[in-house]
């Protein structure tokens, strides 16, 4: 064999002799969603990728395809679940999903999505990879496998560790992570009676207690509607679980 081909040979041959790693349960979410659920959830999903700078490729990849199958569907719905994932795509800063936003630039069903790739695409720089392509990721495959998370209605029944939440994420999500807190209490922030915080976002916050690992604070969004986001994650051992 010629030297000059051994090395490369040698590393390709390594490359794919390693086990693939393990996706975090909020990495797990993504996809179980992503590839179960309707518009509401596809948004969700892609609004929290966006939220907290998600980089797993995985769950990137899988983000890329929702798009490339859903982009050109005219449901108001539809078009903001797939802003949403623009938006996401566009903020992981990974040029790998450059032709995925230039696809949907170019051929967009809707205005407002292709606004949205556009601004995207430009946060990706011109930086010499290898594209992702429509089909590498086979949601049917995923939908016929084993959920991620398994839930019991809303509510998740494999708790995970404070740990995992990240500050971005929705409350919905936390609770379908880390499960129900032992206690929550809401207090009004002095954005309240700021006379041009026209938004509302922040006016109000609620505190998750979680006894023996800590508390989640999360923050209204806005005025206009029911969401909530982690704005910081405090972990202390001796949490009582109470005001």
Do not use: C
Request: proline letters at 4%; zero cysteines.
């Amino acid at each position: 064999m010629n030297k000059l081909f051994r090395v490369p040979l040698l590393m390709l041959a390594l490359l794919f002799s390693l086990p693939s790693y393990a996706l975090s349960p909020a990495g797990e979410r993504y996809i179980d969603l992503l590839t179960n659920g309707g518009p509401v959830s596809i948004r969700n999903a892609a609004k929290s990728i966006y939220n907290t700078g998600e980089k797993d490729q995985q769950v990137l990849d899988t983000l890329a395809e929702v798009l490339l199958q859903n982009y050109q569907q005219t449901g108001r719905d539809q078009v903001d679940a797939m802003a949403w994932a623009s938006r996401a795509l566009g903020n992981s800063g990974n040029a790998r999903y450059r032709d995925t936003l230039k696809e949907v630039t170019e051929n967009g069903g809707h205005r407002k999505l292709k606004k949205h790739a556009r601004r995207s695409l430009g946060q990706l720089g011109n930086d010499t990879v290898a594209q992702y392509t429509k089909g590498a990721v086979s949601l049917t495959s995923a939908q016929e496998g084993k959920p991620a998370v398994a839930t019991t209605g809303s509510k998740n029944t494999m708790r995970q560790p404070l740990t995992v939440v990240k500050k971005g994420m929705g409350m919905d999500e936390v609770y379908d992570l880390v499960g129900e807190p032992t206690a929550t209490t809401t207090r009004q922030t002095g954005k309240q009676w700021i006379p041009f915080n026209f938004k509302g976002a922040d006016n109000v916050r609620t505190i998750a207690l979680y006894k023996g690992q800590g508390r989640v604070v999360f923050a209204n969004e806005s005025n206009f509607s029911s969401g909530w986001q982690v704005i910081e994650i405090r972990l202390n051992e001796k949490e009582s679980g109470y005001p």
